[in-house]
């Protein structure tokens, strides 16, 4: 049973708990180089804080996986040695990520398929919570070994990072219910919709439609940028925006938790990806794992315990574009 520690003191925008020191890991080059290449792509963040909890095995049996031994036979000797897998994670996002009711322990889609990796890679897991646009720094400056928070593999990504495929997921429209706006995904010209900062909403849709409105003579869409969706979700409910564009599954999982939301239509429901310094050696060892999970009886019943089994995937892709 892998252990899950969350890490208390703030640290450059990620909480990070002191019951297991890390060991010191070298920073490749080319990561180091990517802080410049991603530097539209992120803002400096900060995460909440937060008590630190080491999970106990007879608490919760939270998902892991039998090490398969080809996997962790291309573990790097540094987190090898370490013995711990530092994955950079998200919350305050159910279904993908949150804390479990009453704890600091962090669960859901998200966690629950890094839990499979660190198994499978004989590993134990160091979950690091983060905020969304701190993440890609934090790779690049070795305060994780990789990050499993639903990104959408992206050219612009791809010259800071290594992805492999774990899952399918897309984007979704959540307005109040009953649609009072009329508002479609296709169309949002002057809207004022919240999204997530530092989200694939924000750095790549959104330019795409002011691009189509511009080009209708239309006034661009208004975007208010939130740390998590919950807030901008709060921001619909106000008032203060007309709508939410952000992951499909998290405004499905609100949309059934609360009547008053809806959605009003998706886009892209594509694969997304495990996110790893670029050109770094625990790339290979992440995708041979996740070549053997994707097919594993663990993998369906994390897809199905969140209600997501059509987001399952076949092959496990390292580096495709979408």
């Not at 530097?39 to 804080?49: D, E, K, N, V």
């Not at 807030?231 to 609100?254: C, E, K, W, Y």
């Amino acid at each position: 049973m892998s252990n899950l520690i969350l890490r208390n003191s703030i640290l450059r925008g990620s909480v990070r708990s002191n019951s297991i020191p890390s060991a010191p890991r070298r920073t490749a080059p080319a990561a180091l180089a990517a802080v410049a290449v991603v530097a539209a792509l992120t803002l400096s963040g900060c995460a909440a804080g937060g008590a630190a909890q080491t999970e106990s095995p007879a608490a919760v049996a939270e998902p892991t996986m039998a090490p398969i031994a080809e996997a962790a036979a291309l573990v790097p000797a540094d987190i090898r040695a370490a013995g711990v897998l530092r994955v950079a994670i998200p919350t305050n996002e159910p279904p993908t990520q949150y804390f479990r009711e009453g704890t600091e322990i962090m669960t859901g889609i998200n966690p629950d398929l890094a839990r499979l990796v660190a198994g499978a890679l004989d590993l134990k897991i160091e979950i690091v919570v983060s905020t969304f646009d701190s993440i890609i720094p934090g790779l690049s400056a070795d305060r994780f070994d990789m990050t499993v928070s639903s990104m959408a593999v992206s050219k612009e990504r791809l010259a800071a990072l290594d992805f492999v495929d774990y899952v399918k997921m897309g984007s979704a429209l959540a307005v109040p219910a009953g649609n009072p706006g009329k508002l479609s995904i296709t169309d949002l010209c002057g809207k004022k919709v919240a999204a997530l900062t530092g989200s694939y909403q924000v750095t790549a849709y959104v330019p795409a439609m002011d691009a189509e409105c511009a080009a209708a003579g239309k006034p661009a869409i208004v975007v208010g940028q939130f740390n998590d969706t919950r807030q901008a979700i709060t921001s619909m409910a106000s008032g203060r925006n007309d709508a939410v564009f952000a992951d499909l599954p998290i405004l499905g999982h609100a949309a059934k938790q609360e009547p008053g939301i809806e959605i009003a239509g998706t886009k892209n429901v594509l694969p997304v990806g495990m996110g790893l310094p670029k050109g770094g050696q625990l790339t290979p060892a992440v995708a041979a794992a996740m070549k053997e999970i994707i097919h594993s009886a663990e993998y369906a019943a994390v897809l199905a315990k969140y209600g997501i089994e059509g987001g399952a995937i076949t092959e496990a892709r390292v580096n495709v574009p979408r």
